[in-house]
């Protein structure tokens, strides 16, 4: 089944403890990237990537890390987290950049930072 | 980027057909028209996107006018499984663009 999974689903932590969210795709898709959604926010780009080894910033990078080192997985990391970065993540991608607009999204990450 | 404006909400009930307008005065001739739908908990998944005139799948259908201002997302028949948030979303491909706003927070009753 084509589809876009992350891990964890549900992830509690403490302020400045790293954390990885595990992004991977199986439709062998070009392009990936990272939103978050809050309350009243709607969702907003964090990271995005065109192709393995190519990255860019999204609209809300601060406090976030990402990389592609192989096509099927993208994998979002922080650093330090901090309570603002308490939100509902998700990773998306479509077959290229020129498909932009097709995304597929995973079923989100709900991570909360005390 | 041309901004989009939907209505925040709506109602309906169930076998009705439902018809959610966005307006995108701004609208760029390279620009293309999306929605999406979203499930509360659940990540957007696409529907439907057009250009111009008229698009039609087996979920819903998409009108667009001549000026290509605005345009309508058609959904024949609605369930209770219908309610959702619904995005329009506007911009060109392949520019990394892609903007959602608030949405349509569609509310089917029985």
């Known amino acids: 089944e084509a589809q876009v999974t992350q891990n964890p689903r549900y992830l509690i932590t403490v302020t400045g403890k790293k954390l990885t969210v595990t992004c991977s795709q199986n439709?062998?898709?070009?392009?990936m990237s990272w939103y978050r959604q809050d309350p009243g926010l709607g969702l907003r780009q964090i990271y995005y990537?065109?192709?393995?080894?190519?990255?860019d910033k999204g609209d809300v990078p601060e406090g976030y890390k990402v990389s592609r080192k192989e096509k099927r997985n993208f994998p979002l990391i922080l650093e330090s987290p901090s309570p603002n970065q308490t939100s509902l993540y998700f990773c998306?991608?479509?077959?290229?950049?020129?498909?932009?607009?097709?995304?597929?999204f995973g079923p989100g990450t709900r991570l909360t930072v005390t | 980027l041309a901004k989009t404006t939907q209505p925040i909400s709506m109602d309906s009930y169930e076998g009705q057909e439902v018809n959610i307008t966005c307006s995108h005065n701004?609208?760029?001739?390279?620009?293309?028209i999306t929605w999406y739908q979203q499930f509360p908990s659940q990540g957007p998944r696409f529907i439907i996107q057009?250009?111009?005139t008229k698009v039609t799948n087996e979920v819903a259908s998409l009108f667009i006018p001549a000026d290509r201002k605005s345009s309508t997302l058609s959904l024949p028949r609605v369930s209770l499984s219908d309610t959702a948030v619904y995005y329009c979303?506007?911009?060109?491909?392949?520019?990394?663009?892609?903007?959602f706003g608030a949405g349509t927070r569609l509310t089917v009753k029985p």
């Open positions: 998306a991608s479509s077959l290229s950049q020129g498909q932009l607009y097709e995304q597929y």
């Open positions: 439709m062998n898709h070009e392009y």
């Open positions: 990537s065109m192709n393995v080894e190519v990255t």
């Open positions: 701004n609208i760029a001739t390279n620009d293309y």
């Open positions: 057009g250009y111009k």
């Open positions: 979303l506007v911009g060109d491909i392949p520019n990394n663009d892609m903007r």
